[in-house]
């Protein structure tokens, strides 16, 4: 099972099997390399080398678009998966017993936005996510839904970060939409390993930032505006990058640009830009099919040897449910302990969900999978250690 992606190009496989994509990925060397080059050009020549920025930064927007799966003039650059939500959460027009609609357990970013909505007489309601896994079946959100008057948002990750349950945006997208609902989608625990189609899906916000999935690093990210619902987020940072005109710096008339960038308001974050330009260069050149096909044999080989071994696996692994992130847990072994054993045998993965995640990315390998198994083996009486 060759990787995708070059183990060459990820310096952190020289001293550890790195199964954290759903916490903070390594970056590639040639995102690397890009941050470095970027730095260098300014420290040589400041305002003189921001020749070809803009250029740079509209052809990483392509690339973003594609991988979204949604026109290019949709997509935004944001700090980070916080600042996105708060564009969406914070921008639309709010009236007392506005209602929304999100998941319990979730991440904080993905559910602090709308909580703080209370203040403004906005009613939030939970869904509460369903057996080990933690499914959050699409009936789940309609139920709730259904309870009191029609939600202005339903709000969720597409991926939950504990047990990597995976929600069915399309079908979610069509139940919201009939009782007159926008979607908005928390999607950093997929973007970047599996294939996403988010204006086909009906999506109408969506966003992500790069230092998971996706490769980058901290500090950069995107959000997905469709553009049937632009006019209806107020943009909550104006600046010259914000408008049509925004080399006059003499105009002062207030003209929206005509798409997402509206919401960029100043300058970007260029280092950051440009090491993710290099990192989503790297992933389209892979592919994200074979990203995909490749993540989910990982976890399947991790989720029958973890099984054979005697470990209990959570995460829900159907075929609509799965993800990129695996989550189990030994019996009578604390799930942070768990995680130390494999860090000092030189697996990093992370105590979440209950249990301890681990979450593969296209230039892993079975071996490190298989070393993982055997590990875990060791804590669980010494049983097998390799998968089939």
Same mark, same amino acid.
């Given at each position: ?96 017993? %506005? #209602?929304? +609609? @999100?998941? *319990? &357990?979730?991440? /904080? ?5 709308? $909580? =703080?909505?209370? %203040? #403004?007489? +906005? @009613?939030? *309601? &939970?869904?509460? /996510? ?5 499914? $959050? =079946? ?5 139920? @709730?839904?259904?309870?009191?008057? /029609? ?238």
């Amino acid at each position: 099972m060759e990787p995708p992606l070059p183990r060459s190009l990820f310096p952190v496989t020289e001293r550890w099997a790195y199964l954290n994509h759903a916490g903070v990925a390594p970056l590639p060397s040639s995102a690397v390399e890009a941050m470095a080059g970027y730095a260098s050009r300014i420290a040589g020549g400041g305002s003189l080398a921001v020749e070809g920025h803009n250029q740079r930064a509209e052809e990483i927007r392509q690339v973003s678009a594609r991988l979204l799966g949604v026109p290019e003039r949709d997509v935004a650059f944001v700090k980070n998966t916080t600042e996105g939500l708060g564009f969406v959460a914070n921008g639309l027009d709010w009236q007392p017993g %506005d #209602r929304v +609609v @999100v998941p *319990d &357990l979730e991440f /904080p970013s993905t559910l602090y936005p709308w $909580l =703080a909505l209370r %203040d #403004r007489g +906005v @009613v939030v *309601d &939970l869904v509460v /996510p369903q057996g080990p896994g933690r499914t $959050l =079946a699409t009936e789940a959100f309609a139920e @709730v839904i259904a309870r009191g008057v /029609p939600p202005k948002v339903v709000a969720t990750s597409w991926v939950q970060f504990g047990r990597g349950w995976r929600t069915d945006l399309g079908a979610l997208a069509r139940v919201c939409h009939y009782a007159g609902a926008l979607l908005c989608a928390d999607v950093i625990q997929g973007l970047g390993v599996i294939p996403s189609e988010l204006e086909a899906w009906g999506v109408d916000f969506a966003t992500a930032d790069a230092h998971k999935w996706l490769l980058g690093p901290e500090g950069i990210g995107v959000l997905y505006v469709a553009g049937r619902c632009l006019d209806r987020l107020r943009p909550l940072e104006p600046g010259w990058n914000s408008v049509v005109h925004r080399q006059q710096w003499d105009d002062r008339e207030l003209v929206w640009d005509a798409g997402a960038r509206r919401l960029e308001g100043g300058s970007h974050n260029q280092a950051g830009l440009h090491a993710l330009g290099a990192s989503l260069d790297l992933l389209a050149g892979a592919g994200i099919d074979d990203v995909w096909r490749h993540v989910d044999e990982l976890c399947d080989r991790a989720c029958a040897g973890l099984a054979g071994v005697g470990a209990r696996v959570l995460s829900d692994r159907s075929v609509a449910g799965r993800s990129g992130v695996v989550t189990f847990s030994v019996a009578g072994h604390d799930p942070a302990a768990v995680h130390r054993h494999l860090l000092e045998a030189g697996i990093v993965t992370s105590p979440r969900g209950g249990g301890v995640r681990l979450a593969p990315h296209a230039y892993n390998t079975a071996e490190e999978i298989d070393a993982l198994v055997a590990q875990v083996g060791q804590l669980c009486g010494g049983a097998g250690g390799t998968a089939r």
